[in-house]
Structures are given as C-alpha cells and as structure tokens.
C-alpha cells in the first residue's frame, strides 16, 4: 500500500522558474491538501480539494495554483518561482473531513528557489 | 483566531527520561485535539487523538488528557527511548470547520 506519494524529493529553481510537484494517493481518499512546512513556522495549508473538480484557498495560497481532476491526484503549480517559495511541501489526504478521519502525509518536496 | 502553542524546543533528554511536552490552545468552539509525530525525512502522522474534554488519547506509551479547564493537551511518555527522536506536533480542528490548525512543532532529542 504506497498510500500518499510525492515528486520530485527535491528541486533546485531558478526565480522566475516554474514547475509542479505531483502528488497522488491510491487510498480512494475524498480530502486533499497542500501545506509548506518552514522551519519553526509549523505547516501552513496552501490549497485544498474535497474531491474531484472543486478546490479551495487555504491560508497561504499566492503564487500557486491546483487542479483536481481525478480523485488520485492533487497536482500543485507554481507558475513564477520566487525565493520567498523555498520551504518543504506537504501532501496529505483524508478519507472525510480531518476532525473525523486522520490526514495520512507524503514525504514531502524540498523545494529551492535561487 | 483559533491558534496553537507548543513549547519551544529542541528538547534533548536521556534515555529512559520523563517526557512532557507543552500544548496549549485557544478556540472560539470545543475543538478535536491531536498529536501528529514527524520522523527524520518523513511526512507526520498520527500519534493520539482527543475529540472532547477529559478524554484521554494514548499511543506507543505516548498520553495526552483533554484538559478543557487550563486548555491543555500536553504529551506524556512515561520512559522514552531513542526511537522517539522526531518533530511533535500538537493540533486542533473545530468540527465546523474542515481545516486543521497545527502548532508550530517542537523537536525531541533522545541521548543513548
């Protein structure tokens, strides 16, 4: 069981740069997330999805953008790369709403933006 | 706003020590409260959960006691080991809300 998996472990950008982190889950999961973790700064959420086709802002959405066009796979965009991006990403998804069902992560994305 | 606070860390204990860290909470309703543990190079996970006061969440020796009266949810381990090594987080989510708030973690040393 792979549960939820993330691409690329780490990336070295350019500013201006742009790229998309994949991420997919093969536990049938409806909730989908995107947190960045910096250090001492906890995890702030990004975006996120209750299933396929309808997504949301969460608290630190500029300069990304996501799609969700199966229920598998939670792809996060960043069209125009700057330093302030560099931080780890997180993945994660839950069966239900997380106040009943637990957020299961992926390894996470070191990303650099130089 | 609904918010987190954890103690500072690291915290760096011997084997075998007593563990207790700090988690404390403001909400505007009667939240879920949770532990989430991150391992070296890994995403967090679950580790307890408390979903309404005077509850008790316990895990691989790990307790924390939904304390609604001092707003606390602070993690216990009676005797820990070097496998415990890792990043806690402590969070809490409304239940009207979708969203999970965490703290901002607090890193755990253990010495052989």
């Known amino acids: 069981n792979a549960g939820v998996t993330q691409t690329p472990k780490f990336r070295i950008l350019k500013i201006g740069q742009s790229m998309t982190l994949q991420c997919t889950q093969d536990m049938n999961h409806n909730y989908m997330y995107w947190y960045r973790q910096d250090p001492g700064m906890g995890l702030k959420l990004i975006y996120y999805?209750?299933?396929?086709?309808?997504?949301d802002k969460g608290e630190v959405p500029n300069g990304y953008n996501v799609s969700r066009s199966t229920t598998e796979d939670f792809p996060l965009r960043l069209e125009l790369a700057a330093p302030s991006q560099t931080s780890v990403y997180f993945c994660?998804?839950?069966?239900?709403?997380?106040?009943?069902?637990?957020?299961?992560f992926g390894n996470g994305t070191r990303l650099t933006v130089t | 706003g609904d918010s987190v606070t954890q103690m500072e860390g690291p915290v760096t204990l011997s084997e075998e020590a007593f563990l207790t860290i700090n988690c404390t909470y403001t909400a505007t309703g009667y939240p879920s409260l949770f532990w989430y543990v991150q391992y070296p190079g890994e995403g967090l996970q679950l580790l307890l959960k408390a979903t309404k006061a005077d509850d008790k969440g316990s895990n691989k020796g790990f307790e924390a006691t939904y304390r609604k009266e001092t707003t606390s949810f602070h993690l216990e381990k009676g005797s820990v080991q070097v496998s415990d090594s890792a990043v806690y987080f402590c969070?809490?989510?409304?239940?009207?809300?979708?969203?999970?708030?965490f703290g901002k973690g607090t890193r755990l040393h253990i010495l052989p």
């Open positions: 999805s209750v299933g396929a086709g309808i997504t």
């Open positions: 994660a998804s839950s069966w239900a709403a997380s106040y009943n069902s637990p957020l299961h």
């Open positions: 969070a809490l989510i409304l239940n009207r809300d979708d969203k999970i708030i």
